[in-house]
């Protein structure tokens, strides 16, 4: 269970506190969906930092299977997003000098945990992907859809409970956009994981599911 309580943030800008987030409240349960939408500068990826522990909230809570992240010292919170939390972002930030393979099995590697199941399961997703023959590539040799796809495996590896995707469609083309809106929700069913994905684009966010908007820092309901 997600459970986000009366979170705000606020950033320091010339002496002033600008609030980007005002009083988020929200719950998901396992095998839920949601899509954010809202203009840029609305506070979209500020929202996903917050719930991936990557930036902590002036104000409220956040709990992941009953767990605050941001009560754990530095080392804590990072073992915590490694096993509980899948990130997929615009960028698909893939290693260059490594593998689709190799770049699938990194969060394990990262963790401490490269073991055969986990290679075994790099395998099995990339083949759900769509990729079971290019194992081998280097992401320069990837399609920019390949390489996204290749960055929602990796973050669907060690089977997290919160899958985060921040405009994962925003550089592809149409067609690819939606095999991986559709991938991420296929693989997130079947995992029973939590789902969150910002997305600019209505027929992605149709796609995921339920749709809340996020309107100068505020989450409608």
């Known amino acids: 269970m997600l ?11 010339a002496g002033d506190a600008v609030c980007v987030l005002d009083d988020v409240s929200l719950t998901l ?11 840029s500068g609305s506070g979209k990826s500020t929202l996903l930092a917050i719930l991936g522990a990557l930036e902590e909230p002036t104000s409220g809570t956040v709990r992941l299977d009953g767990v605050d992240p941001f009560a754990l010292d530095a080392g804590g919170r990072s ?19 490594c593998t ?19 290679v075994v399961r790099a395998h099995r ?18 399609s920019g859809g390949e390489r996204q796809r290749v960055a929602v495996a990796r973050a669907l590896v060690l089977s997290p409970r ?4 921040d405009e994962p469609t925003g550089q592809l083309d149409a ?3 939606a095999t991986v809106a559709d991938l991420l929700v296929e693989l997130a069913a079947e995992s029973g ?14 796609r995921v599911g339920t749709v809340r908007r996020l309107v100068d820092g505020r989450l409608s309901p």
Do not use: C, Y
């Open 79 to 97: 073992a915590f997003r490694n096993r509980r939390i899948g990130f997929v972002f615009q960028e698909h930030h893939l290693i260059a000098g």
């Open 100 to 118: 689709a393979l190799d770049n699938v099995v990194l969060p394990a590697l990262a963790g401490g945990r490269a073991a055969t199941d986990v």
């Open 162 to 165: 919160l899958i985060l995707a």
């Open 193 to 206: 994981g939590m789902l969150v994905v910002v997305t600019h684009a209505e027929g992605i966010a149709a």
């Open 29 to 39: 349960a396992p095998g839920d969906r949601l899509a954010i939408m809202g203009p």
């Open 175 to 177: 067609h690819a956009a």
């Open 125 to 142: 997703l990339l083949d759900r992907v769509g990729l079971s023959h290019r194992l081998a590539a280097f992401p320069a040799s990837l």
């Open 3 to 13: 459970e986000v309580d009366h979170v705000s943030k606020a950033f320091a800008s």
